[in-house]
């Protein structure tokens, strides 16, 4: 497979491979087909991993929820991979979901329900006067840029239990002395 990667790595069959061998790695299934993909996957270098989820993910770009769930897979197969992928991940959900709440919001979901929650359990995440990925792999953020994660997600909580659920049909109220 590693012989294949470096020969074909732009070809389109492949990708569709890898595509449907990272969404096996997601989905964490153990059997059938998914199941083989999985542990064809596991048996690639770390390296090859990473470089194969962060194409993927350029590949998604277009699709922030999308492409932010295979930065969180990245750093969660490979903590080591939080100092350079956590930010860039926060700030694309951050940008995708700027604008009025809205409890169908799937970045700002994402953002609040995992990433945020993955990141700040992390070891590999520190707070200090800087923003700097440290050379063992952690990442140092400002005290400001921790507040600002924060507050986004005590806001969507707060919303998402006193925001009403957004309707598919537009409300229409009762025609009363007909």
Excluded at 10 to 25: F, K, N
Aim: hydrophobic share 40%; proline share 8%.
């Amino acid at each position: 497979l590693s012989s294949l990667l470096e020969n074909f790595w732009s070809a389109p069959l492949l990708w569709q491979l890898l595509e449907r061998m990272v969404s096996a790695v997601e989905s964490g299934s153990e059997s059938g087909e998914q199941g083989t993909l999985n542990k064809l996957f596991q048996k690639l270098s770390a390296e090859r991993q990473q470089s194969i989820i962060l194409q993927s993910a350029k590949n998604v770009e277009s699709d922030p929820v999308y492409h932010c769930q295979l930065l969180l897979l990245l750093m969660r197969l490979h903590p080591e991979t939080i100092a350079t992928s956590a930010v860039p991940a926060v700030e694309k959900l951050f940008s995708a979901s700027a604008g009025p709440f809205s409890s169908t919001d799937r970045c700002r979901k994402l953002l609040v329900v995992e990433l945020l929650p993955f990141l700040l359990n992390s070891n590999r995440v520190k707070v200090e006067n800087k923003s700097l990925p440290s050379p063992d792999g952690t990442l140092v953020l400002p005290a400001s840029t921790l507040q600002q994660w924060l507050d986004t997600g005590l806001l969507y909580h707060i919303q998402s239990a006193t925001v009403p659920p957004q309707s598919s049909t537009p409300f229409s109220p009762p025609i009363h002395g007909r």
